[in-house]
């Protein structure tokens, strides 16, 4: 079992251009969360999707960001037209059944230049 | 929704001697604490969780108090030792609400 998979691990973007950080979910899990870590903070909750549906997106910037999980491939964190202030490690979570026992994986370290 | 509090936000231990760290949460409701040890660099990593129908709970060197009616819970490790070092990060899950609440974690540095 490989874990919750997440990729890029590092990416570095200048202002105005899109990110696309990647989460493969531990196998068999089919609740995908994601979260934003700012330097020297906590984990802020951003959007939880299960495959093909956003539960809950309270999180989620109104603009800029957007979530998808579709039936096949990775859940997909998407933000288009970076700022310096999406800096930060956005780390995925996985689970069987809702919020109980998440499985985080490695995190997505964006720095906008 | 869920509002978790997290005391103290940095705690330094002589290696040997006991942590205690300390959440509050705000709705009764909440039905579910775990705490996560996140190394720097690294991802967090469930150590210990308790549900609402359980006082207390312990896996070796730590254990987890929950206090429903005060609703707080509570970390403790003891015999501490230089790799316990790390942010400790406390959480709740509202009943219903399918997502966890994090605390503002607490940095335990543990001094030889």
């Known amino acids: 079992n490989a874990g919750v998979m997440q990729n890029p691990r590092h990416l570095v973007r200048r202002r105005g251009q899109e990110a696309r950080l990647r989460c493969s979910p531990v196998?068999?899990?089919?609740?995908v969360y994601w979260y934003r870590q700012l330097p020297e903070e906590g984990l802020k909750f951003m959007v939880y999707?299960?495959?093909?549906?956003?539960?809950?997106e309270s999180g989620m910037p109104k603009e800029r960001f957007s979530a998808e999980f579709p039936k096949e491939g990775p859940s997909i964190l998407r933000i288009q037209q970076v700022v310096r202030g999406d800096s930060a490690a956005y780390f995925c979570?996985?689970?069987?059944?809702?919020?109980?026992?998440?499985?985080f994986g490695a995190g997505s370290r964006l720095t906008v230049l | 929704g869920e509002n978790v509090e997290q005391h103290p936000s940095t705690l330094s231990v002589q290696e040997g001697d006991s942590a205690v760290i300390k959440c509050t949460y705000s709705?009764?409701?909440?039905?579910?604490f775990p705490w996560y040890k996140q190394e720097l660099g690294k991802r967090p990593q469930l150590i210990i969780d308790?549900?609402?129908?359980?006082g207390e709970k312990k896996d070796q060197r730590i254990a987890v108090t929950l206090n429903k009616t005060a609703k707080h819970f509570s970390l403790h490790i003891t015999e501490t030792q230089p790799e316990d070092s790390a942010v400790y990060f406390c959480?709740?899950?509202?009943?219903?609400?399918?997502?966890?609440?994090f605390g503002t974690g607490t940095r335990l540095t543990i001094i030889p």
């Open positions: 979570a996985s689970s069987t059944s809702g919020a109980n026992v998440l499985t």
């Open positions: 196998k068999g899990h089919s609740h």
């Open positions: 999707l299960q495959k093909e549906n956003i539960i809950d």
């Open positions: 709705d009764s409701a909440s039905n579910y």
């Open positions: 308790i549900r609402s129908n359980v």
């Open positions: 959480a709740g899950h509202l009943f219903g609400n399918e997502k966890l609440t």
